[in-house]
């Protein structure tokens, strides 16, 4: 069945408001009636409600990098799921690689989080992927599936099938070492494989996997070329509106 390539630029910690304008108006200007692939951008919250004025109406989607568990009260430097989709955001990114080494999030509270982003009216970008040591040790299926079943405990099956899952390998992030197309599809599949065993058939059919991890316009065709690889979550490439471009340009119907 055919799942409609969904494109993700997280822009991480860089794109003041001034300067994330500018690349939203880039982006706007650029992807101007293009229909065929389902884009968003996640700034930075202060950047959320200047990026989302200037995208309406463009269809560009406009996503948070995280979100709090709770709706609202005393936690000082947290940004509610509800205030997000108050700003105008669709998506939320969930359980990035650096929010769980860098802000100690476990498998635990990232299901939270998934929660709490459901609640706020908001789909999850749920991000999974094992280290490079785990991956030495055998141990990527393991690492996945503890990743999927912990993160997406209690969940709906009409709420999986909406959301999104991105498949991250940690040793591919910023690092300039992109999965072989061989590689990404290998754990798209297994993770496919495990949502059929997990949840009624339509989940696995229409849930979309991203791969993220170094996807640049030189690599982005053939790794979206991949069955199981039904899109990207882009990480420094989403910062330059022409790399960007040429990166949703890739998607295989786009190409065609
Ligand atoms: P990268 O980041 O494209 O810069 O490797 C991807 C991500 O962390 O989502």
Request: net charge neutral.
């Amino acid at each position: 069945m055919a799942r409609r390539t969904f494109i993700a630029g997280n822009w991480k910690m860089n794109l003041g408001p001034q300067a994330a304008d500018r690349l939203a108006m880039d982006l706007k200007a650029a992807l101007a009636g293009q229909t065929a692939v389902d884009v968003a951008v996640a700034p930075v919250a202060v950047s959320i409600p200047g990026v989302v004025a200037r995208l309406k109406h463009t269809g560009i989607h406009v996503a948070g990098q995280d979100l709090a568990v709770e709706a609202s009260g005393a936690f000082t430097g947290e940004v509610a799921g509800e205030m997000l989709r108050e700003a105008g955001c669709t998506w939320v990114i969930v359980g990035h690689s650096e929010r769980r080494s860098l802000f100690g999030e476990d498998d635990a509270l990232i299901n939270r989080k998934v929660h709490a982003a459901f609640r706020a009216g908001l789909l999850p970008i749920l991000c999974v992927g094992e280290t490079l040591a785990q991956r030495d040790a055998g141990q990527v299926e393991q690492v996945l599936e503890r990743q999927l079943s912990a993160g997406l405990a209690g969940l709906q099956a009409d709420q999986l099938a909406a959301m999104t899952l991105a498949y991250e390998p940690v040793w591919a992030i910023g690092t300039g070492r992109t999965a072989t197309p061989d590689q990404a599809q290998e754990a798209h599949a297994f993770i496919r494989g495990w949502l059929r065993k997990t949840a009624p058939a339509f989940v696995a059919d229409q849930l979309r996997i991203q791969y993220g991890g170094s996807v640049k316009p030189a690599n982005a065709a053939s790794l979206l070329r991949q069955p199981d690889v039904d899109g990207a979550l882009v990480g420094g490439a989403s910062l330059k509106a022409a790399d960007f471009v040429k990166i949703i340009e890739a998607a295989p119907h786009m190409a065609a």
